[in-house]
């Protein structure tokens, strides 16, 4: 007979380190820093065509300022989801799809890219129309970068140190919300 163990499916992965456990670490770090190269390049390449067919992107300097700012929410996303990667394994999976799906789908390449494309295609020319919406982007930035933080705060720290494994967290229970953590954010 056989054994029913054997035949069960997979459970899901509960973690981050549990998803990419089939993965070297010196593999994610090639894809971390070609991902982001890639996105540098097209972001530059991009900045270069435009300003190279419209005389009037050096005329406006806050065209420059929208799309650099945009620029930097969408590597950052990709930074976040491959520090989470690297340095945070004990993350639930669905912090990660809530990052990949929320932040960078639904706000960066859903509204954001909508907004930072409309602004340009129409060629606005009202620098506080573009100043608002580069205020705008960089508010999601700094967004991002706390949730960054608190993720570090929440997941982070060696799992085989017993002081940092046992480190108040904050989100836990109310009696541990007021004690200091540990952060572990190497930037």
Same mark, same amino acid.
């Given at each position: ?65 929208l ?11 990709f ?12 993350a639930? !999976? @669905?912090v990660? /799809?809530? =990052?990949?799906?929320?932040? *960078? ?5 859903? #509204? ?13 020319r ?18 991002? !970068? @706390?949730?960054? /933080?608190w =993720?570090?705060?929440?997941? *982070?720290?060696?799992p085989?140190?017993p #002081?940092?494994a ?7 229970s ?14």
């Amino acid at each position: 007979m056989e054994d029913r163990a054997s035949t069960a499916p997979a459970p899901e992965p509960q973690t981050v380190g549990e998803t990419v456990v089939h993965m070297s670490r010196c593999e994610i770090w090639t894809l971390a820093v070609f991902t982001e190269a890639a996105f540098i390049a097209f972001f530059v390449g991009m900045t270069h065509a435009k300003s190279a067919t419209s005389p009037s992107s050096s005329a406006v300097p806050w065209r420059l300022a929208l799309w650099a700012s945009y620029g930097v929410y969408m590597l950052l996303v990709f930074l976040v989801m491959f520090y989470i990667d690297l340095f945070l394994p004990r993350a639930p !999976v @669905a912090v990660m /799809e809530k =990052l990949r799906d929320v932040g *960078g789908e639904a706000v960066g390449v859903g #509204a954001l890219n909508l907004m930072v494309s409309v602004v340009l295609a129409v060629e606005v020319r009202g620098s506080r129309v573009l100043a608002g919406c580069t205020a705008v982007l960089a508010a999601f930035v700094v967004g991002l !970068v @706390a949730f960054w /933080e608190w =993720l570090a705060g929440r997941y *982070g720290g060696d799992p085989l140190d017993p #002081a940092t494994a046992a480190a108040p967290r904050i989100g836990g229970s109310s009696e541990v919300a007021g004690q200091p953590y540990v952060t572990h954010l190497p930037i």
